[in-house]
């Protein structure tokens, strides 16, 4: 056989053993599918239960700035941040936390504790949530049921996740949703309800990835989510527990707020696209439909409430009026909780980049202006407001820039041209105005003040911008003096009673044959009866217009002896008024005097023996300086004497002494009213009894030999002043 021939056979032969090869491949491939296929079918039926179990966790592990989180199967995971900038939340979608049921405290660098915990709605969720030592990114790897959390110390980009696409093991089996996360949201799109027996669930969806700042405030609960707009329809119809739903724009966000009739229970889940908050519901009601609502724009009401979510209060220094949060931190960097309680508040707080340091605080139910006036005080820091705007900066940074500001104003007053002007002084004393512009130190530097008191001006020489606060001032001082008017009324009132009692008798007897008789002593006067002397004669002072008296006698009948009995009694009562009424007017706190009387010459013998006649004033003298108050009262500072001569006693150069009545008091009055001074009184008493001596004191009969007289007088000194302001037309 040719080597041709051979080598043809050869190919045939080992064409034939490709041929069945293959086929036995092919057959030993089916048979294997059909195996698999099989055992995979098996295995479902006889364990249907395993794939309605949740995920578990089965390891929580903590290295320095990193947490690796470890579950039996995939698993969905969401991270965001909460209102508190040092939490971070975990959330596992359909994953139990297993054996990891209490708080896990930490002894890594850049975590301080993971507290885990299982919330079963609005959706069964395994929640981890990590206390940070500072606020900070985090990124997060996930790679067979693993994920790691990785903190980084300076502030990231967005979290890194592997989509599944690019997964290094190709037997990896794909992660569910986060393991290709969506991008983030620009807008709100929606907000609907789901509403079951017991939980109210509020749906707001967004067109991508949506991390929100969620807390509650009174009866409200607050979502912040950033770097978004608003295209969602505002639900004008609610269901309870809810009493209502607003929008509006935050600054760089968009704040939902929920009003609720009053705080329930609720849960917050980010989900994908969605936030989910579920509510607590009391009250039971039938499902409605809430149905859509026109544009904000529609509403001018919603746009009030929107108006009034943005507003801030205005601080008073010492007067904590904010809302009231909860603050929980330790070992925390100040400065991120200084826009935590912008976010808060609604103002916008610039901190300066000398403020650093640490701060643990555990604050409860307390104001927020409060709670940053204590991180102030902790840090010897200050703080300006102006409009909506809080600068927070050292106190040597705000006095550096007080003296900075003196020394650019001191540069410029320097550089300013000196200007001269006069100015006229119409009703203050030139020299002390003058003296209060130099106290004041209004004066620049180079500025200068003179007077000329013949024209009663000032001349200023400085800068422009000074003469207008010396206007100010001359407004203030160089104003008329306001005067009062006193007006004094001071009487005198005297009152005296006398009252006297007197008898004459005598016996009369005259012989028949007119040859001898016996009567009263000679000059005494005649009774009425007998027209003979009288024997006792101490009649009182009677007489027409003066006194009565009565008299009566026995007489014989042959006229030869007779008694004649005479008693007489007078009683007079007057009141005396001596009016003066002296008026003076003087300026605010001038003191004025009044005085009236007489000068009396007395003489003085001197040290050398001689003598020398000098005068004593005797008047009536007042005294007063009175006070305008601010409320146009008058406080007046009154002085009165009054000094008259007194004759009862004299000296021995023959000067009587003087009787003096003074008065001295301080008051405060209004304008018009009048004061009155009294209870100044002199009483004098003085009896006198003229008789028969030794028969006078006989008891009884002694009346038939004596007469008696008593004198009573009063004098009271009475005051009334009347003070008024007199106003320049």
């Not at 013949?454 to 207008?468: G, L, N, Q």
């Not at 008017?485 to 007897?509: D, F, H, M, P």
């Not at 004025?592 to 009396?600: N, T, Y």
Request: aromatic share 6%; hydrophobic share 35%; charged share 25%.
């Amino acid at each position: 056989m040719s080597q041709k021939a051979k080598n043809k056979k050869q190919k045939a032969k080992m064409r034939e053993q490709k041929t069945t090869l293959f086929y036995l491949f092919s057959v030993s491939l089916i048979a294997i599918l059909f195996i698999g296929i099989g055992c995979a079918t098996t295995g479902v039926e006889q364990q249907p239960s395993q794939l309605e179990k949740p995920n578990v966790i089965t390891g929580i592990d903590l290295q320095d700035y990193a947490v690796t989180v470890t579950s039996d199967r995939p698993f969905t995971y969401t991270i965001y941040r909460s209102s508190d900038p040092y939490r971070m939340v975990v959330e596992l979608l359909d994953v139990n936390i297993g054996a990891f049921n209490s708080k896990i405290a930490s002894n890594k660098a850049g975590i301080t504790e993971i507290i885990p915990s299982q919330v079963e709605l609005p959706a069964f969720v395994a929640k981890l949530e990590m206390l940070l030592q500072t606020p900070s990114e985090v990124e997060s790897e996930y790679k067979n049921n693993v994920l790691i959390i990785k903190i980084k110390k300076e502030e990231a980009t967005e979290k890194k996740k592997l989509p599944a696409e690019e997964s290094p093991d190709p037997e990896l089996p794909p992660v569910p949703v986060e393991q290709k996360p969506l991008s983030k949201a620009t807008e709100i799109s929606s907000i609907s309800f789901e509403k079951s027996e017991d939980i109210l669930k509020v749906v707001i969806k967004g067109n991508g990835s949506i991390a929100p700042n969620v807390f509650p405030l009174d009866n409200r609960i607050v979502i912040d989510v950033p770097d978004v707009v608003m295209s969602a329809q505002i639900p004008t119809t609610v269901i309870s527990p809810l009493k209502g739903i607003r929008s509006g724009k935050h600054m760089d966000k968009i704040r939902l707020v929920l009003d609720l009739k009053e705080m329930t229970n609720y849960d917050v889940a980010s989900i994908e696209d969605s936030i989910v908050i579920a509510l607590q519901r009391t009250e039971k009601e039938p499902p409605a439909p809430a149905p859509a609502m026109p544009p904000i724009a529609q509403k001018p009401e919603e746009k009030k409430e929107i108006a009034e979510a943005k507003e801030t209060e205005a601080l008073i220094e010492g007067k904590y009026t904010g809302k009231k949060i909860s603050l929980d931190f330790q070992d925390a960097d100040i400065t991120p909780i200084f826009r935590l309680l912008s976010d808060i508040s609604g103002y916008n707080i610039v901190v300066n980049p000398e403020v650093k340091g640490k701060i643990t605080m555990k604050l409860i139910n307390v104001p927020w202006d409060q709670a940053l006036d204590i991180m102030l005080k902790t840090f010897s820091l200050g703080k300006t407001v102006e409009g909506n705007i809080i600068r927070v900066a050292p106190y040597t940074v705000f006095a550096k820039e007080s003296e900075e500001a003196a020394r650019a104003k001191e540069a410029e007053a320097k550089a300013e041209p000196l200007e001269t002007k006069i100015f006229p002084i119409s009703y203050a004393d030139v020299t002390v105005v003058e003296k209060s512009i130099k106290d004041s130190k209004i004066l620049t530097p180079r500025g200068s003040i003179s007077v000329d008191k013949r024209t009663s001006s000032m001349v200023i020489k400085d800068i422009e911008a000074v003469f207008p606060q010396i206007e100010n001032i001359l407004a203030t001082l160089d104003k008329p003096t306001p005067q009062v008017l006193i007006e004094a009324r001071i009487v005198e009132i005297n009152t005296k009673s006398e009252r006297e009692l007197g008898i004459q008798w005598g016996i009369n007897y005259k012989a028949p044959n007119t040859l001898s008789a016996i009567g009263g002593s000679s000059g005494l006067g005649r009774g009425s009866f007998t027209g003979d002397n009288f024997l006792v004669d101490f009649p009182s002072a009677i007489g027409p217009g003066v006194g009565s008296g009565f008299n009566f006698g026995i007489l014989s009948p042959d006229r030869t002896l007779g008694l004649d009995l005479q008693l007489s009694a007078i009683e007079t009562t007057g009141n005396g008024k001596v009016i003066s009424n002296p008026r003076i007017m003087t300026v605010d706190n001038g003191k004025a005097r009044i005085a009236q009387g007489k000068s009396i010459p007395f003489t003085k013998q001197t040290a050398e023996g001689t003598t020398s006649e000098e005068f004593k004033d005797v008047t009536l003298e007042l005294n007063v300086q009175p006070h305008i108050t601010p409320d146009k009262s008058i406080s007046i500072s009154i002085e009165i004497k009054k000094e008259e001569l007194d004759f009862s006693f004299i000296s021995k150069e023959g000067t009587p002494s003087t009787d003096k009545k003074e008065a001295k008091t301080d008051v405060i009055i209004k304008d018009g009213e009048t004061i009155v001074i009294g209870g100044i009184y002199k009483i004098n008493t003085a009896e006198e009894e003229k008789g028969v001596p030794g028969l006078m004191k006989i008891p009884i009969l002694g009346w038939l030999f004596k007469k008696e007289k008593t004198t009573v007088s009063t004098t009271e000194l009475l005051v009334f002043i009347t003070p008024r302001i007199v106003e320049k037309p």
